[in-house]
C-alpha cells in the first residue's frame, strides 16, 4: 500500500547527539528527577535523539524531594490567554538551542523547527491516577491522563501479530490498558494512538534511501519504521513516522471518540524555517485543516484501525474512510447550533463552529479549533554551537515570544509543549525526493568514497543516509494552563521566570546557568506580568560536581531591587521603592511590601503580614528562621501577577546564584 508520491510532508526526518534542548519552559529531554548527570531513561516519553547529559528535572513544590508523591511535584502554571486575538494575549518566551546552525541563506545545512502542544482538562487532585486498580476510572486516569509520573521507566506494551483476530485484538489490548499502564510512569501520548502507529503501514512514498526498513511482526512496514528509526525502537507512546514527518498526513487523535479528559490531538503554534513554504504549512495544519483516516469497525469489541493510509487501500481492506477534525476543546454544555455561533461572538482568538469531530459520527459538538499556525523564519545559529543566536541583539539564545491558547470552558488545562529541530542535506531536494530514488546511490549513499583526485585515490565522506535527514526533539515537563479571573480581562499578561539548573558552566551543558527570562522586559501600565518560577531538589550531577551555593542539589530563586546592574547589593525592603507602585491580583490584599516579601523570600514568607492568601503564621511578622541561603525555602514558586499603578523601572537580582566573576542572575523589569 503507497500513497500518491505527490502528497507526501517532509519535516526533515531522522536524529544526532546532543542538538536541541528546550530551556523556557524547562525541556525534560526525558529526565524526571535523577540526581544523576545522565538521563536514566532516554526512551521514558518520546525520542529525542539528544545526549544523556542535557534537561531538566522536574520542579519540586517544597525545599525536600518529591519522591514518589506526585502532589510534593510542581508544574508551572501560567493564565492563558483572553478571548480577543489583538489586546489579551498571555505571554510565554520559548527558548532554546540547537547545535547544528539553522535561519540563513548561507546556513550549512537546510532546517526548520516545529513547535507544538497537546492539552487535557486539568480536572482536579482525584483525577491523577493513584494505582493499578481495575475500575475502568482507574484505567482510564493510567492510560489518559498526561503526567510526568514519578518513576523514570517506560509504560509497558503487549505488540500486534500477524492475522489478530478482534478477540485477540480485544484481549491484548485490555492488557495494555489494564495491566501494562502503570500510575508511576509518565505519559503524554497514548497507548491508543502507538497502536494505531504499529498497524498503520508506513508511507511507501518517502525517500528512505538505501535503509533497509524491516516488516513488524504484523507483516509489513509500519509507522513505527522510519529512516532515522529504522530498527523500531518505541520511546513512550510516540508513533516515529509522525515525529519525523511535518504536517503529517494522518489525524493525531489520542483516543476513539471523545474522553473524558478531552485530550487534543498535536496543536500546531509554530513553523520556523523556509518561508516560502508557509502557504503549504498553514494549508496543511492539523489546527485548520481535517486529516482522513481507515476506521475498521466502531465497536468497542473490534479493532477500529488498520493497516490503510489512503482511501481506495482502506475501501478494500473493508473499511471506511473517515475525516476528523482537530480541536481545541469541544464546548460540551453548549448543546445547539445557535448557542455556538454565540459562543464565536465571544472572542476572536478561536475559531468555534457547530460540528461533527469525525465524519461517520452523528452527533454534532460545539469545537473550540486553535489559531492559525504561526509561520516565520528560524532564528540564526551557527553549527557546531549551542549557543546565542545571531539575529537577537541582546545575545540570547534563540528565542520565540509565543501567546499561551485561549480556552472558552472556563476550565484550568494540563498541557506540554513539544520542540521538533529538523535539518537535512541539501545534496537532494528534500522537498521532491521520493520513494523512486530509494538505493539510488546518484542521489545519496551511505559513506560513500569519492575519486576527486581522479587518480584512483578515493577518499570517504562521512555520511549516514539514516541521518541525512533528521529530526530532533525535547519536550517540556506537564505545565498548567489556568482561566483568567475578572480582573484580567482586557490585559495582556507576561510570564517573568527562571530558566537554568544548578552547576557552573561546564556542569550544567548542555543546559544552561541560572537566569531570569526574559532578563530585560519592558511593559506598560495596563499590563500585567506574572513573575513565577520552579526548581529541582535532586540537581546534583551525582558526584559529577554542582558547584553552586546552599545545600548542593537545590535549585533556589528569588528577587530582590537593587541600585545598578553593575552592583551586587540589593537594598532594604523598606527602601525598595518601585513596590509602591505594584499590586497583586492573586493576593488582592497584599501591599507592595508583601508582595516584596514574597519575592525575597520565594515563598517562605508569604507577605510581611497577613492577608487573605497569607496566613498570620507564615508572615515574616510571626515566622522566622529563613536559612540565609534559602535551604529551607520553597524551590518553586507561584509567585504574584503584578498590576501597576505608575511608571518605573526594577532592577532584580537572586542573592544565592548572583555570585560575582562565577554566574550573574539579574533582571531589568521597565513600566512605561
Same mark, same amino acid.
Given at each position: 500500500?503507497?500513497?500518491?508520491?505527490?502528497?507526501?510532508?517532509?519535516?526533515?526526518?531522522?536524529?544526532?547527539?546532543?542538538?536541541?534542548?528546550?530551556?523556557?519552559?524547562?525541556?525534560?529531554?526525558?529526565?524526571?528527577?535523577?540526581?544523576?548527570?545522565?538521563?536514566?531513561?532516554?526512551?521514558?516519553?518520546?525520542?529525542?535523539?539528544?545526549?544523556?547529559?542535557?534537561?531538566?528535572?522536574?520542579?519540586?513544590?517544597?525545599?525536600?524531594?518529591?519522591?514518589?508523591?506526585?502532589?510534593?511535584?510542581?508544574?508551572?502554571?501560567?493564565?492563558?490567554?483572553?478571548?480577543?486575538?489583538?489586546?489579551?494575549?498571555?505571554?510565554?518566551?520559548?527558548?532554546?538551542?540547537?547545535?547544528?546552525?539553522?535561519?540563513?541563506?548561507?546556513?550549512?545545512?537546510?532546517?526548520?523547527?516545529?513547535?507544538?502542544?497537546?492539552?487535557?482538562?486539568?480536572?482536579?487532585?482525584?483525577?491523577?491516577?493513584?494505582?493499578?486498580?481495575?475500575?475502568?476510572?482507574?484505567?482510564?486516569?493510567?492510560?489518559?491522563?498526561?503526567?510526568?509520573?514519578?518513576?523514570?521507566?517506560?509504560?509497558?506494551?503487549?505488540?500486534?501479530?500477524?492475522?489478530?483476530?478482534?478477540?485477540?485484538?480485544?484481549?491484548?489490548?485490555?492488557?495494555?490498558?489494564?495491566?501494562?499502564?502503570?500510575?508511576?510512569?509518565?505519559?503524554?501520548?497514548?497507548?491508543?494512538?502507538?497502536?494505531?502507529?504499529?498497524?498503520?503501514?508506513?508511507?511507501?512514498?518517502?525517500?528512505?534511501?538505501?535503509?533497509?526498513?524491516?516488516?513488524?511482526?504484523?507483516?509489513?512496514?509500519?509507522?513505527?519504521?522510519?529512516?532515522?528509526?529504522?530498527?523500531?525502537?518505541?520511546?513512550?507512546?510516540?508513533?516515529?513516522?509522525?515525529?519525523?514527518?511535518?504536517?503529517?498526513?494522518?489525524?493525531?487523535?489520542?483516543?476513539?471518540?471523545?474522553?473524558?479528559?478531552?485530550?487534543?490531538?498535536?496543536?500546531?503554534?509554530?513553523?520556523?524555517?523556509?518561508?516560502?513554504?508557509?502557504?503549504?504549512?498553514?494549508?496543511?495544519?492539523?489546527?485548520?485543516?481535517?486529516?482522513?483516516?481507515?476506521?475498521?469497525?466502531?465497536?468497542?469489541?473490534?479493532?477500529?484501525?488498520?493497516?490503510?493510509?489512503?482511501?481506495?487501500?482502506?475501501?478494500?481492506?473493508?473499511?471506511?474512510?473517515?475525516?476528523?477534525?482537530?480541536?481545541?476543546?469541544?464546548?460540551?454544555?453548549?448543546?445547539?447550533?445557535?448557542?455556538?455561533?454565540?459562543?464565536?461572538?465571544?472572542?476572536?482568538?478561536?475559531?468555534?463552529?457547530?460540528?461533527?469531530?469525525?465524519?461517520?459520527?452523528?452527533?454534532?459538538?460545539?469545537?473550540?479549533?486553535?489559531?492559525?499556525?504561526?509561520?516565520?523564519?528560524?532564528?540564526?545559529?551557527?553549527?557546531?554551537?549551542?549557543?546565542?543566536?545571531?539575529?537577537?541583539?541582546?545575545? $540570547?539564545? %534563540?528565542?520565540?515570544? !509565543?501567546? /499561551? #491558547?485561549?480556552? *472558552?470552558?472556563?476550565?484550568? @488545562? +494540563?498541557?506540554?509543549?513539544?520542540?521538533?529541530?529538523?535539518?537535512?542535506?541539501?545534496?537532494?531536494?528534500?522537498?521532491?525526493?521520493?520513494?523512486?530514488?530509494?538505493?539510488?546511490?546518484?542521489?545519496?549513499?551511505?559513506?560513500?568514497?569519492?575519486?576527486?583526485?581522479?587518480?584512483?585515490?578515493?577518499?570517504?565522506?562521512?555520511?549516514?543516509?539514516?541521518?541525512?535527514?533528521?529530526?530532533?526533539? $525535547?519536550? %517540556?515537563?506537564?505545565? !498548567?494552563? /489556568? #482561566?483568567?479571573? *475578572?480582573?484580567?480581562?482586557? @490585559? +495582556?499578561?507576561?510570564?517573568?521566570?527562571?530558566?537554568?539548573?544548578?552547576?557552573?558552566?561546564?556542569?550544567?551543558?548542555?543546559?544552561?546557568?541560572?537566569?531570569?527570562?526574559?532578563?530585560?522586559?519592558?511593559?506598560?501600565?495596563?499590563?500585567?506580568?506574572?513573575?513565577?518560577?520552579?526548581?529541582?531538589?535532586?540537581?546534583?550531577?551525582?558526584?559529577?560536581?554542582?558547584?553552586?551555593?546552599?545545600?548542593?542539589?537545590?535549585?533556589?530563586?528569588?528577587? /530582590?531591587?537593587?541600585?545598578?546592574?553593575?552592583?551586587?547589593?540589593?537594598?532594604?525592603?523598606?527602601?525598595?521603592?518601585?513596590?509602591?507602585?505594584?499590586?497583586?491580583?492573586?493576593?488582592?490584599?497584599?501591599?507592595?511590601?508583601?508582595?516584596?516579601?514574597?519575592?525575597?523570600?520565594?515563598?517562605?514568607?508569604?507577605?510581611?503580614?497577613?492577608?487573605?492568601?497569607?496566613?498570620?503564621?507564615?508572615?515574616?511578622?510571626?515566622?522566622?528562621?529563613?536559612?540565609?541561603?534559602?535551604?529551607?525555602?520553597?524551590?518553586?514558586?507561584?509567585?504574584?501577577?503584578?498590576?501597576?499603578?505608575?511608571?518605573?523601572?526594577?532592577?532584580?537580582?537572586?542573592?544565592?546564584?548572583?555570585?560575582?566573576?562565577?554566574?550573574?542572575?539579574?533582571?531589568?523589569?521597565?513600566?512605561?
Amino acid at each position: 500500500m503507497w500513497v500518491l508520491q505527490g502528497t507526501i510532508f517532509l519535516l526533515f526526518c531522522t536524529l544526532v547527539l546532543s542538538d536541541v534542548y528546550l530551556h523556557n519552559p524547562r525541556g525534560s529531554n526525558n529526565r524526571l528527577d535523577e540526581n544523576t548527570a545522565n538521563r536514566k531513561n532516554n526512551n521514558r516519553l518520546f525520542d529525542s535523539q539528544n545526549n544523556n547529559k542535557g534537561g531538566y528535572n522536574t520542579g519540586d513544590r517544597f525545599s525536600s524531594e518529591g519522591g514518589s508523591r506526585p502532589e510534593r511535584f510542581y508544574s508551572m502554571q501560567y493564565y492563558g490567554s483572553g478571548p480577543s486575538s489583538s489586546q489579551e494575549g498571555s505571554k510565554l518566551m520559548v527558548e532554546w538551542t540547537n547545535q547544528h546552525g539553522c535561519g540563513s541563506d548561507e546556513s550549512k545545512l537546510l532546517c526548520n523547527l516545529v513547535i507544538q502542544y497537546m492539552c487535557q482538562s486539568n480536572g482536579t487532585h482525584e483525577d491523577y491516577p493513584r494505582g493499578n486498580g481495575g475500575r475502568w476510572d482507574d484505567v482510564e486516569e493510567r492510560t489518559l491522563y498526561m503526567r510526568d509520573g514519578t518513576s523514570t521507566d517506560t509504560q509497558k506494551y503487549s505488540e500486534p501479530r500477524k492475522g489478530e483476530s478482534d478477540r485477540s485484538y480485544s484481549s491484548r489490548m485490555e492488557k495494555n490498558y489494564e495491566d501494562n499502564s502503570d500510575y508511576k510512569e509518565g505519559l503524554h501520548e497514548t497507548v491508543y494512538w502507538y497502536d494505531q502507529c504499529r498497524y498503520r503501514e508506513a508511507n511507501g512514498g518517502l525517500f528512505t534511501a538505501d535503509q533497509d526498513l524491516k516488516k513488524d511482526k504484523v507483516g509489513y512496514v509500519t509507522a513505527s519504521r522510519t529512516r532515522q528509526n529504522n530498527n523500531g525502537d518505541r520511546s513512550g507512546y510516540e508513533c516515529p513516522e509522525e515525529r519525523d514527518y511535518f504536517p503529517y498526513w494522518q489525524p493525531t487523535m489520542q483516543s476513539e471518540n471523545l474522553d473524558r479528559f478531552q485530550r487534543t490531538p498535536w496543536i500546531d503554534l509554530a513553523w520556523m524555517g523556509d518561508k516560502s513554504k508557509c502557504n503549504y504549512i498553514k494549508q496543511n495544519s492539523f489546527n485548520r485543516r481535517s486529516k482522513w483516516r481507515c476506521v475498521l469497525s466502531k465497536d468497542s469489541d473490534e479493532r477500529p484501525y488498520g493497516r490503510a493510509i489512503n482511501e481506495e487501500d482502506c475501501e478494500e481492506e473493508g473499511g471506511n474512510w473517515v475525516e476528523f477534525v482537530s480541536f481545541l476543546e469541544v464546548l460540551t454544555e453548549v448543546t445547539s447550533e445557535s448557542a455556538c455561533k454565540a459562543e464565536q461572538r465571544k472572542g476572536t482568538r478561536n475559531k468555534i463552529f457547530w460540528t461533527k469531530l469525525r465524519s461517520d459520527d452523528s452527533k454534532e459538538y460545539c469545537v473550540v479549533q486553535a489559531p492559525e499556525i504561526t509561520c516565520d523564519v528560524a532564528p540564526w545559529t551557527r553549527v557546531n554551537h549551542l549557543g546565542n543566536s545571531g539575529d537577537s541583539k541582546s545575545a $540570547d539564545s %534563540s528565542r520565540l515570544e !509565543v501567546e /499561551l #491558547p485561549y480556552f *472558552p470552558s472556563g476550565e484550568a @488545562k +494540563r498541557c506540554t509543549l513539544r520542540l521538533r529541530y529538523n535539518i537535512t542535506t541539501a545534496d537532494y531536494d528534500p522537498w521532491t525526493t521520493d520513494s523512486n530514488s530509494n538505493d539510488d546511490d546518484d542521489v545519496i549513499e551511505n559513506n560513500p568514497e569519492v575519486d576527486v583526485l581522479e587518480n584512483g585515490d578515493e577518499l570517504q565522506l562521512a555520511l549516514n543516509t539514516a541521518q541525512t535527514g533528521r529530526t530532533f526533539q $525535547d519536550r %517540556s515537563h506537564v505545565f !498548567v494552563v /489556568l #482561566p483568567r479571573t *475578572p480582573e484580567m480581562s482586557n @490585559k +495582556r499578561i507576561y510570564n517573568l521566570n527562571v530558566r537554568g539548573k544548578r552547576g557552573n558552566i561546564v556542569q550544567t551543558f548542555p543546559a544552561v546557568e541560572y537566569d531570569f527570562i526574559p532578563d530585560k522586559l519592558e511593559v506598560s501600565r495596563e499590563d500585567l506580568v506574572h513573575v513565577q518560577w520552579t526548581g529541582s531538589n535532586s540537581h546534583d550531577n551525582n558526584n559529577d560536581g554542582d558547584d553552586g551555593q546552599g545545600k548542593g542539589g537545590t535549585d533556589r530563586h528569588n528577587m /530582590l531591587q537593587f541600585r545598578s546592574l553593575d552592583e551586587n547589593y540589593p537594598v532594604k525592603i523598606s527602601q525598595a521603592g518601585f513596590w509602591d507602585g505594584v499590586r497583586s491580583l492573586t493576593d488582592p490584599d497584599a501591599t507592595g511590601e508583601d508582595i516584596a516579601v514574597g519575592l525575597a523570600t520565594s515563598g517562605y514568607y508569604c507577605a510581611k503580614r497577613e492577608t487573605g492568601k497569607c496566613p498570620s503564621k507564615l508572615t515574616s511578622s510571626r515566622k522566622r528562621n529563613l536559612d540565609d541561603e534559602l535551604d529551607n525555602a520553597p524551590a518553586s514558586y507561584f509567585g504574584h501577577v503584578l498590576k501597576f499603578t505608575k511608571s518605573g523601572t526594577l532592577l532584580y537580582m537572586c542573592s544565592r546564584n548572583n555570585n560575582f566573576s562565577n554566574r550573574s542572575q539579574k533582571g531589568k523589569l521597565i513600566v512605561k
